[in-house]
T-cell receptor
Framework: QKEVEQNSGPLSVPEGAIASLNCTYS??????FFWYRQYSGKSPELIMF????GDKEDGRFTAQLNKASQYVSLLIRDSQPSDSATYLC??????????FGTGTSLTVIP | DAGVIQSPRHEVTEMGQEVTLRCKPI?????LFWYRQTMMRGLELLIY????????DSGMPEDRFSAKMPNASFSTLKIQPSEPRDSAVYFC??????????FGDGTRLSIL
């Protein structure tokens, strides 16, 4: 079982819609959760992090964490073509190990 | 603030040659990570250091790969001898404590 699981996609949404990206993790003791965006040919860029159960909003982005279900998600409201990228979920497990999912490819269609 | 700095940005070399990739982490960061990314395997952790000491090198594919961190501001990843299957983008990342990792721009390596 992988430490962090994501649907690889591709996920396609029309411009202006909400894109929902999901991630599950196996280490129940994990405390820190991160979302990275990676454009083609570029390095991963941190866009959100969340430590507590519930929602955290930053502009058009909302991260949601449910530790009981070991589930973290990223919502992108009013999706724009510039949001088209691969989104990587990352989890810091017990012992400060950092695990990445394989990423979900998102395409926003104008 | 300067981010993680990697060099070279691109490297093209022939099979059998030695390749050295370099990384300067963000000042003050005590963790340094080397990753390899390919379309087939995604982002793979090769090795990471804490306070210049290698902690986990279980991701290093084989003895042809070696990594060093002689001081807090510099690390190298060496491949000797290189093979075509080593072609990938190699990322260096750093962080401090439980904070997020920050990535360098990567080195795109092509072994002919």
């Amino acid at each position: 079982q992988k430490e962090v699981e994501q649907n690889s996609g591709p996920l396609s949404v029309p411009e202006g819609a909400i894109a929902s990206l999901n991630c599950t993790y196996s280490d129940r003791g994990s405390q820190s959760f991160f979302w990275y965006r990676q454009y083609s040919g570029k390095s991963p860029e941190l866009i959100m992090f969340i430590y507590s159960n519930g929602d955290k909003e930053d502009g058009r982005f909302t991260a949601q964490l449910n530790k009981a279900s070991q589930y973290v998600s990223l919502l992108i409201r009013d999706s724009q073509p510039s949001d088209s990228a691969t989104y990587l979920c990352a989890v810091m497990g017990t012992g400060n190990q950092f695990y990445f999912g394989t990423g979900t490819s998102l395409t926003v269609i104008p | 603030d300067a981010g993680v700095i990697q060099s070279p940005r691109h490297e093209v070399t022939e099979m059998g040659q030695e390749v050295t990739l370099r990384c300067k982490p963000i000042s003050g960061h005590d963790y340094l990570f080397w990753y390899r990314q390919t379309m087939m395997r995604g982002l793979e952790l090769l090795i990471y250091f804490n306070n210049n000491v290698p902690i986990d090198d279980s991701g290093m594919p084989e003895d042809r790969f070696s990594a060093k961190m002689p001081n807090a501001s510099f690390s190298t990843l060496k491949i000797q001898p290189s093979e075509p299957r080593d072609s990938a983008v190699y990322f260096c990342a750093s962080r401090t404590g439980g904070r997020p990792q920050h990535f360098g721009d990567g080195t795109r390596l092509s072994i002919l």
